[in-house]
Each structure stands twice: as C-alpha cells, then as structure tokens.
C-alpha cells in the first residue's frame, strides 16, 4: 500500500474505533444515536451537494453504475445498523459486535471463491487463520450471549445474513468504485444513510426539539470533525485498499477501543485482555501484509 492509504487507514481506524469517548460514562443521549446519525448525514449530504455544485459539470462520474453502488452501500452501511436497531434488547451490544468481528473470515472466503483479487498469487484461503484468529481474540474480549428468546434468535440470524451480505458488497463496490470520484459517491452514500436512519427512526423525530443551541452545534462539530472524516475516508478507502485489507476495520475498531478504555479508566490488564488484542491486532497485521496492493495506477479524481 502506499503511505497515504496507511495513514488514511489508521485514521479511520482511531477515529471510529475512538467514538466512544464522546460518551464515556455511557449516558443517555435526548436523541436517540441513529437519529444523530441519520441527521449528522443530512448536514454532510448537503455540504457535498454543495461542492460538488460549485465545480464545474463532471460528465465521467454520471456515466457509473449508480444502481449497484447505491445497493451496495446500503448493504454496507445501512442495513446491518438497521437490524440492530430493530433488534434492540433481543440482542447484546456485545454480541452485535462479535457477530461483525466474522466479516474478515466472509470477505476471505468470497475473494477465495472469486479469486479476482488475488490474481495469480498463492491460494486466499490461507488468509483464513489470520482471519478466524482475529475472531478467536475478540471472542476473549467480547462476552457471547446467546439470544433467550425466538425473536432474539431470529434478529441474531439476521445480523449474522447482513454481515455475510455486507461482505460481499464490499467486493462488489470495490470494484464498482474505480475510477470513480470519492465526493459524489460519499454524497450518495450520506444521503441513503439519512434517508434510512430517518425512515427507521421515524418516531423519535420529536426528539430533535430537546437539542438547544448548544447541543446543536455540538452535533454539528461532531458531524464536521468526526462524520464527515470518517464518510469521505470510508469511500476513499473502499476505492483504494483490497477487500482483504479494509476488512480488517471490523478488528481493529475493537482494539483501538479496548485499548483507549484500559488507558482512560484504569483497568486493571487481566491475560484475557492481552492475548485478545495481540490476537487481534496480529491477525489484522497479517491480513494487511498479505493482501494484495490496490492498482498502483489508479488516478481517480477526488
């Protein structure tokens, strides 16, 4: 990889993987988080509406395959968020992120099958131990509970479909996205993620009026500083890093946050806590090491 995908990568990775501290003591927010999100992506829908406004007329971006790329990222970014939210209590939080910590292991074995990204290099499926030890190291951070109810176990299976689903899109949108530009690909995927955040959260919307001027523009800075960031790079990397690679996000979201937490609060380290990160973050290593370098001739606008 080039060094600005390295860079790109690891900031996307310390940023999503640092949201939490926005609310470390876990407290009740007046607006529920994917209404906030679904807002703070209207905001940056608008924003690069906007931009892409004042530049001139691009013809190259409108001749894409819009229809695919909308339904991958909806697979990708909405559909999986969706489900949780729908699940609510039937599922854990934790077990919600265990079950995402699986797509590595997915995106290896549809690349395997695929075999379009590797090329002539050795068999993909070798990636698969790095893959389920990275699973294997969040499995002794991330405490499994198994569904108590039907209902529960339904969403569970659900969740597990959209995360496989979501695997599969990323392939299929890596390639849709060469040579395309990163601004209006993001404006669209802004605007499909408001658009369901709005619909899926549609009874919370009176919620909005206990935000008073300054929760207001508290949410806006977040949505500047840390959404907007983090939409534009997710793009920019789907674009530019192997499948592969930029699967390993699911891993090393867990680390930068366990490790932030143990640093923050004080926790005492326990065995547990240190073979799972060096599982997981060694598994990650690996994955980036071994995947292959996106087309180092790729000179998409952006």
């Known amino acids: 990889m080039r060094r600005?995908?390295?860079?790109?990568?690891?900031?996307f990775c310390l940023l999503t993987g640092s949201r939490w501290l926005l609310n470390p003591?876990?407290?009740?927010?007046?607006?529920?988080?994917?209404?906030?999100?679904?807002t703070h992506d209207v905001l940056l829908c608008a924003?690069?509406?906007?931009?892409?406004?004042?530049?001139?007329?691009?013809?190259?971006w409108r001749t894409l395959p819009w229809g695919p790329?909308?339904?991958?990222?909806?697979?990708?970014?909405?559909?999986?968020y969706a489900i949780i939210e729908a699940a609510g209590s039937?599922?854990?939080?934790?077990?919600?992120?265990?079950?995402?910590?699986?797509?590595?292991?997915?995106?290896?074995?549809?690349?395997?099958?695929?075999?379009?990204?590797?090329?002539?290099?050795?068999?993909?499926?070798?990636?698969?131990?790095?893959?389920?030890a990275g699973v294997f190291g969040a499995a002794l951070l991330i405490e499994f509970r198994w569904p108590s109810s039907v209902a529960g176990e339904l969403w569970f299976g659900a969740l597990v479909a959209s995360a496989i689903l979501a695997s599969y899109a990323a392939l299929r949108l890596h390639r849709a996205l060469q040579g395309a530009p990163?601004?209006?690909?993001?404006?669209?995927?802004?605007?499909?993620?408001?658009?369901?955040?709005?619909?899926?959260?549609w009874s919370d919307l009176p919620s909005i009026r206990m935000l008073d001027g300054r929760a207001t523009l508290v949410e806006a800075a977040v949505a500047l500083l840390l959404d907007g960031p983090v939409l534009l790079l997710s793009v920019w990397l789907l674009r530019e890093l192997p499948p592969v690679a930029f699967s390993t996000r699911y891993l090393l979201f867990v680390v930068v946050t366990v490790v932030e937490t143990y640093v923050v609060l004080h926790l005492p380290v326990v065995w547990r806590t240190g073979a799972g990160v060096l599982l997981m973050a060694g598994g990650a290593a690996w994955l980036l090491r071994e995947s292959p370098t996106a087309d180092s001739s790729n000179t998409s606008s952006p």
Do not use: N, Y
């Open 25 to 38: 003591d876990g407290m009740a927010l007046p607006v529920p988080v994917f209404l906030r999100t679904a």
């Open 182 to 201: 990163v601004v209006p690909v993001a404006a669209l995927t802004g605007g499909i993620i408001a658009a369901a955040g709005i619909a899926v959260s």
């Open 47 to 60: 924003l690069l509406c906007g931009w892409i406004a004042m530049r001139r007329p691009v013809v190259s």
């Open 4 to 11: 600005r995908r390295w860079l790109g990568f690891a900031a």
């Open 90 to 132: 039937s599922v854990t939080g934790f077990t919600e992120t265990l079950v995402f910590t699986l797509v590595p292991v997915f995106v290896v074995f549809f690349v395997a099958q695929q075999d379009w990204e590797f090329g002539q290099r050795a068999d993909p499926r070798r990636l698969l131990g790095p893959a389920l």
């Open 69 to 80: 790329i909308a339904l991958c990222v909806a697979a990708i970014f909405v559909l999986p």
